[in-house]
């Protein structure tokens, strides 16, 4: 119950799409300058979003998961 409760909070307060590091840097890693090869998925998630320039009000990097703004990851796909 915790879990969706959480969920819905999270919705609530705009982040509606997330995914665990490791699926974000399975993703997205083709993006990545080279030197964020050696980093670990938290780290890796991290310095992507900053080298993408990505406005840090369209997501927010939790513990497990980065979260997005709606929309967001649509664009990223394109």
């Known amino acids: 119950c915790n879990g ?3 969920g819905v909070r999270i919705c609530a307060q ?3 799409s ?3 590091f490791g699926e974000f ?3 997205y ?3 990545a300058p080279a ?3 050696s980093l670990d998925n938290t780290a890796f998630a991290s310095q992507l979003v900053q080298a ?3 406005d840090a009000a369209h997501h927010h990097i939790g513990r497990t998961k980065v979260f997005f703004r709606t929309g967001v ?3 990223l796909e394109r």
Do not use: C, N
């Open 35 to 37: 030197s964020l090869a």
């Open 73 to 75: 990851v649509a664009d």
């Open 25 to 27: 840097r399975r993703r």
């Open 29 to 31: 890693q083709f993006l």
């Open 4 to 6: 969706v409760m959480e």
């Open 52 to 54: 993408m320039r990505l």
């Open 18 to 20: 997330s995914m665990t």
């Open 14 to 16: 705009g982040y509606p």
